[in-house]
């Protein structure tokens, strides 16, 4: 990773094979390190989520059998990665919502007081 490049933040979650299929995590991985590296991705790879709050998205891959969501933020200085999950519905699961906005309280919470 060069200097340019933002770090991710696992806040939770994880990319592996299983459950994706190994063409679904290389996709996820080639489109996590776009974003880290300051490329503006949209629709059908990248969409705003403002239901979950200011700078979060949901980063879609499209499984042989499946559909992968990974949520999560885009900071100045970071990718927080929220939660990945499959998309079993066309609307986002309100109880995923709930749990993304407490993961990102709790983020905040932690960075605002590692900056006193």
């Known amino acids: 990773m060069s200097l340019e490049e933002k770090p991710l933040v696992w806040v939770s ?3 592996k094979t299983p459950p994706l299929s190994s063409k679904a995590r290389i ?30 998205h949901e ?17 100045a200085d970071a990718i927080i990665i ?9 609307r986002t699961p309100h109880h995923v919502l709930e749990v993304c906005r407490d993961r990102l309280n709790r983020y905040d919470a932690l960075m605002k007081g590692r900056l006193r």
């Open 27 to 56: 996709e996820a991985g080639f489109l996590l390190r776009q974003l880290q590296a300051g490329l503006r991705l949209s629709l059908p790879h990248l969409r705003p989520m403002p239901a979950l709050g200011e700078r979060c």
């Open 82 to 90: 929220l939660d990945v999950f499959r998309k079993t519905t066309s």
């Open 59 to 75: 980063l879609r891959v499209v499984d042989v059998r499946a559909s992968w969501r990974i949520m999560l933020r885009i900071d």
């Open 13 to 15: 979650g994880e990319i």
